[in-house]
């Protein structure tokens, strides 16, 4: 918990308006170029919100097509892309009891691959420290408050990078 707690005080922020659903999937695009095996995504925000397009986004970035059927894995809780590195794409919204320990998603976050988990508020405790969490809040019909906090050295610069690229 104390470590936990440090992370925190240590994450980097950067705040992003987005304007419409084009502009939050650029944004995951510009992340997803930038990530490597091992790192792990955290979205959290309201149904609607965009963290579906937002992976899309990531995906993208991994070099996954378009079209290759990037959406929430409702009844499997994890869907896997093949891209630069494997996306293992998890959606905890619908996840009840044991569930989790049956996935083994302990394996995913350690695995080759990327993880992308929506809803991870529900596993907060759990995530690893080193992480980006992403916190997507609908303004309006088009307008979303997009909250990146980068924890650790794999994600300090690249939120400052974010930071420096300014609105996207
Ligand atoms: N600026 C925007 N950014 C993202 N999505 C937007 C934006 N403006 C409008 N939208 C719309 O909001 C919806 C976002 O849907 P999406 O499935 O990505 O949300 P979600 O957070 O994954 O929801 P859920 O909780 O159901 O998984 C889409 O229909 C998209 O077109
Ligand atoms: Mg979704």
Redesign the pocket.
Known sequence: MERVAAAKRNGKKVTVI????A??QRLGIWVGRRLKPGDVISLT?????????FTRGIAEGLGVLRGQGVR?PTFTLVHEYKGRHPIYHI?L?RLRGKELEELGWEEYLCGEGVTVI?AAEKIAQRLPEERLDVL?EREG????RLVLVGYGRRFHPLVKALAMRGRC
Do not use: F, H, N, V
């Open positions: 987005s304007t419409s659903p502009e939050t925000g309201d149904m609607g919100a965009g963290k579906t397009l929430s959606d919204y929506e997507l019909a088009q307008r979303r």
